[in-house]
């Protein structure tokens, strides 16, 4: 005969497992990335597939599946305190990576002392392909593209965002990059 206190102990245990399972599904989802002394906070549908190539701090992909758009990932970028030039330089080279006089805005945001450069800039990107832009190889023009640069002080040096890709995709993801350029900052 089974009483309603026997049944509560299977009940019971199943619930817990299905909680723990559920948290364990929305830790996965929620991933880290440190770049000099900034850990960067993101969840999906961001993804970190860094690769370890030279001068990358990290890569993550944002997965535009459900969306129907191509996805995009952002490469943060650190070389240490006073390395890899000045703000201005940077954004004027990043720039400089799109075909004659692309579209483009700069904002600047401050959060507990730390300034974020942000640059969204539009038109046709000239893709130097998995050799980068000082690879000297021959570029690729890529017409209605945006980028989203991103340059976050710290005192231990500057770490670079940097998301380039299909205009409808990038702009898609923006007010996802701007938390992701802030989340160091955030608690």
């Not at 770490?159 to 409808?168: N, Q, Y």
Request: aromatic share 10%.
């Amino acid at each position: 005969m089974n009483t309603p206190h026997r049944l509560l102990k299977p009940l019971a245990a199943v619930l817990c497992c299905g909680a723990l399972l559920a948290f364990v599904a929305r830790a996965d989802d929620a991933g880290t990335l440190k770049a000099g002394a900034l850990t960067f906070k993101f969840a999906k549908p961001w993804e970190n597939v860094s690769s370890g190539r030279p001068m990358r701090a990290g890569e993550l992909k944002y997965d535009h599946t459900e969306e129907g758009l191509e996805d995009v990932e952002c490469v943060l970028y650190y070389f240490g305190p006073g390395q890899g030039g000045g703000i201005d330089a940077n954004v004027e080279r990043w720039i400089g990576q799109f075909e004659a006089d692309p579209k483009v805005e700069r904002e600047t945001a401050e959060l507990k002392g730390h300034k974020i450069h942000y640059l969204y800039a539009t038109g046709t990107y000239l893709d130097a392909g998995m050799g980068g832009p000082f690879s000297g190889a021959p570029k690729t023009p890529k017409p209605n593209s945006m980028m989203l640069g991103a340059i976050v002080e710290s005192e231990e040096g500057a770490v670079f965002l940097k998301l380039v890709g299909p205009e409808k995709s990038v702009a898609a993801v923006k007010d996802a990059f701007k938390k992701l350029a802030s989340s160091p900052f955030e608690d």
